[in-house]
């Protein structure tokens, strides 16, 4: 991997509201590199994932390799980043 990777968020719903379906899922989405976050949502997804690929090559080779193996997700929504604004990796001091 020559260049820096992309960043893509991808949300995620599930075919089902179960306890077995999100177990499969999130048990799934813990062991899959390119899946740097998964949080459980409210709303119309289920999940948000913030994923790297190299490429969209890369990134079709993830979502039919990695994500559609898991088998229980109804539909996948995919955004790409081509910006940052702005990055933060220290938490600001809350209720001040």
């Known amino acids: 991997m020559g260049c820096l990777p992309i960043t893509v968020f991808v949300r995620v719903t599930l075919q089902g509201q179960t306890a077995d379906v999100a177990g499969l899922f999130e048990n799934e ?3 899959i590199p390119e899946v740097l976050e998964c949080y459980v949502m409210t709303g119309a ?7 790297v690929a ?17 088998g229980c997700i109804n539909s996948i929504d995919t ?18």
Not at 45 to 51: I, P
Not at 79 to 96: C, T
């Open 79 to 96: 955004s790409f980043v081509y910006g940052v604004v702005k990055q933060a990796h220290v938490f600001p001091k809350l209720g001040a």
């Open 45 to 51: 997804a289920d999940y948000l994932l913030r994923v």
């Open 29 to 31: 989405v813990r062991n």
């Open 54 to 70: 190299s490429d969209l090559k890369d990134y079709e080779r993830f979502v039919r390799q990695r994500i559609h193996k898991i």
